[in-house]
């Protein structure tokens, strides 16, 4: 008799669960959370604009240089954005240009206020042995001498940027990246070192987090 009553009870606390689920459904709810409203749209939509400043050396799809000798990534740390080339016989990472030099100089030129922590393009090539960067800027070609960090608006020498980027290492040892080199496409296969591209130096791209933000890949 025991059992007969408590799987009474139980079938009884299940129909009255159910019944009350299907009103809540009937009214818009889902039963444990209130119906969304515009405001969580809008917190979903900048969530990352809101969290951006806490991640740390945060990178972008990395893409080759002309010439295959090096590539290049962008990171993001605390919100500022920054270039950064590997070298890939030797491995070494190093900043490609003084940022800050060449705001400047493109402020003058364009007379603009672009930041040198967020300059507005994500692609580049180096042209005449490193001593000169071409990018551009929406419809607008641009050449900037390394040196001086003088620009120039320039309507030859650049096409629009491409597909340049790192591929995963294959199971077979080799690799194809697709290289969009200056005005044209091309591809090629390298042997990738065990973490990233270094022709015999492991090259590495890491971030990490602080101040209790979440940790990225």
Not at 57 to 85: C, D, I
Not at 144 to 160: E, F, I, N, P, V
Request: charged fraction near 20%.
């Amino acid at each position: 008799m025991y059992k007969i009553g408590a799987l009474t009870r139980a079938l009884l606390t299940r129909r009255a669960w159910g019944s009350a689920t299907t009103q809540e459904l009937a009214n818009g709810s889902n039963g444990a959370h209130p119906p969304l409203a515009p405001a969580d749209f809008e917190r979903a939509l900048t969530i990352n604009d809101r969290y951006s400043g806490l991640t740390v050396n945060v990178p972008e799809m990395p893409f080759w240089l002309t010439g295959g000798a090096a590539f290049v990534y962008r990171r993001t740390s605390h919100g500022k954005r920054q270039f950064m080339l590997v070298e890939v016989a030797t491995g070494v990472k190093r900043p490609p240009f003084d940022q800050a030099r060449l705001a400047a100089g493109l402020n003058r030129a364009s007379h603009k206020r672009y930041q040198a922590d967020d300059l507005p393009f994500d692609h580049f090539e180096l042209s005449d042995h490193d001593r000169r960067l071409d990018f551009q800027i929406e419809n607008v070609r641009w050449s900037c001498d390394l040196a001086s960090y003088d620009c120039t608006r320039t309507t030859s020498g650049l096409d629009a940027p491409g597909l340049r980027q790192l591929s995963h290492p294959s199971a077979t040892g080799t690799s194809t990246c697709t290289c969009s080199t200056v005005g044209r496409v091309r591809s090629r296969t390298r042997s990738p070192a065990v973490n990233g591209w270094s022709g015999g130096s492991t090259v590495s791209i890491r971030s990490t987090v602080r101040s209790g933000s979440r940790r990225a890949g």
